[in-house]
């Protein structure tokens, strides 16, 4: 299904667990594997729906709470897709290289995610940033990032699968790609912070690490793929609700 409508905001939300050093605990007994693909960074853990499904929808009932009064979630109806994921620099030897930051996407087909940042002390550039996307030109169903070679060259990066001989052509394709999109909202990196946002919402990770010694950008991140029983936040508004 393509989701055409603007169904969630930007919101952020401090404090989200209530127990996030417990959440983390968690996170280090799972499993972990990058996509084979290299269409994200990192390693993600197993789906939290099987491997812990009290994280899981504990999750879940705390961002819909946000948005729905307890009558609404009683009639809610939501499928959503949930891991851990930790994320190290592509390019340790050299921090500042373009490609130790994410590549600007959109989430499709979502009508939401989130993302709960879990290392403690992570410096505070190492967030979020949402970008202006006029033309949409990082919608998955714009071939631009195919056509002009963007596509393989974050896959190429995400999946680590370069050498040093390709670093400069390599970040001159990260440079041009970046080029077309503008900062809009930048969130910090606090821990135990969520940030969430629609799937209008071109974004990327401001860092691939926490920068502090060698530990990964830990992060528990979810993607909402449905939900009916109830209007989205947007829907309301423009209902006039």
């Known amino acids: 299904m ?4 603007n169904h969630f905001p930007v919101i952020t939300v401090d404090s989200f667990f209530d127990h996030p050093d417990s959440v983390v605990r968690e996170a ?8 084979p ?3 994200w960074p990192g390693v993600r853990s197993q789906h939290l729906k099987e491997a812990h499904p009290e994280i899981y929808y504990h ?10 009064s307890s009558e609404e979630m009683s009639r809610i109806n939501w499928d959503c897709d949930m891991w851990f994921q930790r994320i ?21 087909p979502t009508i939401s995610a989130g993302v709960v940042y879990l290392t403690p002390g992570a410096n505070s550039t190492t967030g979020t940033g949402i970008y202006t996307d006029e033309e949409n030109l990082a919608h998955p169903l714009n071939r631009w990032s ?3 070679g963007f596509q393989g060259s974050k896959e190429q990066v995400y999946s680590k699968s370069f050498s040093p001989a390709d670093l400069g052509h390599l970040e001159n394709k990260k440079k041009q790609h970046d080029s077309h999109f503008k900062p809009d ?5 606090r821990y135990n912070r969520l940030i969430s946002y629609g799937s209008q919402y071109a974004h990327k990770e401001q860092y691939l690490g926490s920068k502090i010694d060698n530990k990964d950008r830990l992060t528990l991140v979810f993607f909402l793929r449905d939900i009916s029983g109830v209007d989205t936040p947007l829907l309301k508004k423009l209902r006039g609700v």
């Open 146 to 148: 195919v056509d002009n």
């Open 185 to 189: 909202i930048i969130v910090s990196n």
């Open 2 to 5: 393509v989701y055409i409508c």
């Open 37 to 39: 693909h290299g269409l």
């Open 28 to 35: 280090e007994n799972l499993e972990y594997g990058p996509d």
């Open 88 to 108: 190290s620099p592509p390019v340790k030897e050299r921090k500042d290289s373009p490609l130790n930051t994410g590549w600007v996407h959109r989430d499709f």
């Open 59 to 68: 999750t879940m009932r705390k961002f819909l709470s946000l948005w729905y």
